[in-house]
């Protein structure tokens, strides 16, 4: 799998995963703001579903970038 991949590959992959990361805590800070401040009981409980949704997928993201940098490591 990435045992074929150069220490720099992994590390670029690295930085991709953390960078998608910040992106899905920004997106989930962003719904858990609108599920306290929505109108609608129903629209906010949405919210709430989808700021943590956001929030699973930035902890993948966190695990693929710890991997591909102790990948880089291992390399080098």
């Not at 960078?19 to 719904?31: K, M, P, W």
């Amino acid at each position: 799998m990435s045992d074929d991949k150069s220490s720099a590959a992994n590390l670029v992959d690295a930085a991709k995963a953390k960078v998608n990361e910040g992106a899905d805590r920004l997106r989930a800070a962003g719904h858990e703001a609108a599920s306290h401040n929505g109108d609608n009981p129903l629209e906010n409980l949405v919210d709430k579903g989808k700021a943590m949704a956001d929030n699973a997928r930035a902890e993948g993201h966190h695990a693929e970038a710890d991997h591909e940098a102790r990948e880089a490591d291992r390399k080098s």
